[in-house]
């Protein structure tokens, strides 16, 4: 019995067969079935060229035709759907010289990086494995097809992509392909950041994460990923920790940072090319787990923060204190929410009024003078009423 996952795409499997063409899902998702773990996409190899491909589907985008790669869509459901392919010489230890498309399965296999991906599977269910995928999944192994040294050259990402499978699967390295890492780690200067970064969340976020960072500087690849080779001797302590209590991009980088003991945040993940929104939100997560470990939360903080970032500060500690209980922070959703205001919109005097009851001219001061307001409010010294705001402030002889 095929899985659901693979029943819808089966409509672009038998479409090929029925015109008279070769078709196979193949890759992650048939590793991800003989694994029972959760299937992502589901790409299909086929023998049709990309137009012919078109031509069969009414709706489709040529993602990649150059690569024979042409996603079809059923009800907005994208598969990627590739011509079998050899590619020839590749130049900048990423992409190939020269593309043919080919008629054969096996050769189409015999391109792709590891054993475990390079496996097929036919509409009736039956597995293509021609370079033993399966025996290295049984055997918990990543493995290149063919010689790693070639398959490096190829793309030089494999070799992180290869230390991403060790963080996800907890797979140990074949012996041979280890070695290929360790003698090609150089050329992984010739990829961008922006596909290291790619691979190094999935990284980060695999539960065997701490063996594969030692893995990193095992392999020599430490000293050609931006920044990273000034913190060995921290990433050769990072803790066996569970970050599926993390919910964004930034909670996965300030868990990093604050680890490391980054010194310099925005520097630092700017070299990673990330977008200008993590960037701010992860330097205010590490700045704020920083105070809390000399003064623990305070009510101000939690507000200065707003409810989403508390929450992901709370939730980054939660995992630098080996704690994971829900129950903790529904405590902690509720003491946010006990707060007496959540915004200076919600306080019940404007700057207008400040400026009136003082009879001064506008400037800066009206600001600070609202900041500690706010401050006061949140600290429930005052209430937020009006009348009583004004009194506090001439008390204090802020007017």
Known sequence: MIQEEFQRPMHILNRLIDQGYEAYFVGGAIRDMLLERTIGDVDIATSAQPEEVMNLFSKTVPVGIEHGTVVVLLQDTPYEVTTFRMDEEYVDYRRPK?????????????????????????????????????????????????????????????????????????????????????????????????????????????????????????????????????????????????????????????????????????????????????????????????????????????????IDLALSTERVKLIVQHQHAQNTLDIFKETYMSLPIFSRTDLQVKGTDIIMWSKQSPGPWVAKTIERIEEAVVNGKIRNDKEQIKEWLNTCNLL
């Not at 990673?272 to 101000?300: A, E, F, M, N, R």
């Open 98 to 306: 020269e593309v043919t498309f080919i008629k054969s399965l096996h050769e189409d296999l015999k391109r792709r990086d590891f054993t475990m991906n390079a496996i097929a599977m036919d509409r009736e269910g039956v597995l293509i494995d021609p370079f033993e995928g399966q025996a290295s999944i049984q055997k918990r192994l990543i493995q290149t097809v063919g010689d790693p040294s070639e398959r490096f050259h190829e793309d030089a990402l494999r070799m992180l992509r290869a230390v991403r499978f060790h963080s996800q699967l907890s797979f140990q390295v074949e012996a041979d392909t280890l070695l290929g890492i360790k003698k090609n780690a150089e050329h992984l200067k010739h990829v961008s950041i922006e596909r290291i970064t790619t691979e190094f969340e999935k990284i980060l976020k695999g539960k065997s994460c701490h063996t594969a960072l030692a893995l990193i500087i095992e392999t020599g690849l430490v000293d050609y990923i931006v920044n990273v080779n000034n913190y060995k001797d921290q990433l050769m302590k990072w803790e066996k920790v569970d970050t599926s209590l993390l919910l964004t991009r930034a909670e996965l980088w300030a868990l990093f940072c604050y680890f490391l003991q980054v010194k310099d945040c925005e520097s630092f993940l700017m070299s990673w090319k990330l977008p200008t929104k993590v960037i701010k939100q992860t330097t205010l997560i590490v700045d704020s787990l920083v105070y809390i470990q000399k003064h623990g939360w305070t009510k101000i903080l939690m507000y200065k923060l707003g």
